[in-house]
Nanobody, 121 residues
């Protein structure tokens, strides 16, 4: 069983919205800290949004006010609601989980396989 499985990526026009989902196995979801990352071709993987204990969240400045991270503990699901999408949001998006608090640093133990988001102008 894969620890994390991301889905929901698609091609949309600028200004549109998408919701990414990440299904976590029970053991993986028990990790307290989860995050979304993205990586565009030729660029480093960057942290987009983080959710920790007591639903504390933090966001990269580039997505603040447009993206929302959330989790459904009953379903072992992590979500990323993305609104007002821009062409520069185009990237492969990954979910990640760990029992340690890495915030937006790409040092997580568990990673999903990635889901592609493409935003056209």
């Amino acid at each position: 069983e894969a620890p994390l499985v991301a889905s929901g990526g698609a091609s949309v026009q600028a200004g549109g919205s998408l919701r990414l989902s990440c299904a976590a196995s029970g053991n993986t979801y028990s990790a307290s800290y989860m995050a979304w990352f993205r990586q565009a071709p030729g660029k480093e993987r960057e942290g987009v949004a983080f959710i920790g204990t007591f639903e504390y969240t933090t966001y990269a400045n580039s997505v603040k006010g447009r993206f929302t991270i959330s989790r459904d503990n009953a379903k072992n699901q992590l979500y990323l609601q993305m609104n007002s999408l821009k062409p520069e949001d185009t990237a492969m998006y990954y979910c990640a989980a760990d029992r340690l608090n890495w915030g937006l640093l790409p040092r997580y133990t568990y990673w999903g396989q990635g889901t592609q988001v493409t935003v056209s102008s």
